[in-house]
């Protein structure tokens, strides 16, 4: 495999980009299933196809789930406006526990995924976090929210991440995202997880403009750019890429903090998915684990690899 490394500013050029929005909340009519439709393009490519097209069920499942909840409520403005204030992001990870819908999604999610063409470990693992009860589950829950999933029961957690996801997503989806601000570097303004990676949009009236992609609830935050998504420095700002992938994918890295992210290029490639085209890039993830930088943010999908 032909690899160039490059450490030098990002060489795109930027003076396209008009007055992007802070942040997008998640739509949630299109989140899971364009990401689904994702999965298995990528499929058809790719050396992990039975993967991406386990994960492609996954997504779906998780647009099915969420399509007959009830709506959530509105987030309020004095609870806007007061987060805003503290710089603090509205939705509580804290409380997840207390949501009377979270029981349900996980029972809905887990049924349903029980139904999808998956490798036996993947099926075992399954089935002993459908045997859990509620407290376990939200007990499984706070463990995804430190980013760091225990590595003997990897894939349990990532079941407990999609469900979370779906949870999330639907919360995030009915915030009022010109309510939103940065509450810190690294993390997402709606509900304070990292981020699974960024990408270089070319939607109107932000072309050039780099969002990172919350790992959680599926919000889009504007960040700009040749900037360390973990830490926040623009010293010693880097770029590393395989050859010969279009420059679509490059890993940004950042010689203050010694750590790595993703960023994706879907001005060039306008189907990009912040999480699936994560996974169908894991040759960027190899090659990174030959240089001196740790991958920061959260990428549930490729622990283990």
């Not at 739509?27 to 439709?37: C, I, M, T």
């Not at 890295?253 to 998915?273: R, V």
Request: with cysteine; charged share 20%.
């Amino acid at each position: 495999m032909g690899r160039k490394s490059e450490v030098a500013p990002d060489p795109t050029a930027i003076g396209d980009v008009s007055s992007p929005p802070f942040a997008r909340v998640p739509d949630l009519v299109s989140l899971f299933s364009a990401r689904s439709v994702r999965f298995r393009q990528l499929a058809e490519a790719s050396d992990l196809g039975p993967y991406l097209n386990f994960l492609a069920g996954l997504s779906q499942a998780q647009h099915d789930v969420q399509i007959d909840l009830p709506d959530p409520e509105a987030f309020d403005l004095a609870s806007m406006k007061r987060a805003r204030e503290f710089e603090m992001p509205p939705l509580d990870r804290d409380r997840v526990g207390e949501d009377e819908t979270i029981a349900g999604i996980f029972d809905r999610f887990f049924a349903a995924a029980a139904a999808i063409e998956k490798p036996p470990q993947a099926t075992a693992a399954l089935a002993r976090v459908t045997r859990t009860d509620l407290a376990k589950r939200v007990a499984m829950g706070r463990t995804v929210f430190t980013s760091a999933l225990p590595a003997d029961e990897i894939a349990e957690h990532v079941f407990v991440w999609a469900a979370l996801q779906i949870h999330f997503a639907r919360l995030a989806s009915v915030l009022d995202p010109q309510m939103l601000a940065p509450v810190a570097d690294g993390l997402c303004p709606a509900c304070g997880s990292k981020p699974v990676s960024s990408m270089v949009v070319g939607w109107p009236g932000a072309h050039g403009a780099r969002f990172c992609a919350c790992s959680l609830c599926g919000t889009l935050w504007h960040y700009v750019r040749v900037k360390c998504v973990l830490c926040g420095s623009t010293k010693g700002i880097g770029y590393q890429e395989i050859e010969g992938q279009g420059g679509t994918v490059r890993a940004e890295t950042c010689d203050e903090c010694g750590g790595w992210s993703k960023i994706f290029y879907q001005d060039k490639a306008a189907q990009t998915d912040p999480v699936a085209d994560d996974v169908a890039s894991l040759g960027l993830d190899l090659l990174m684990r030959e240089r001196r930088y740790h991958r920061g943010g959260f990428a549930p999908l490729l622990a283990g690899f």
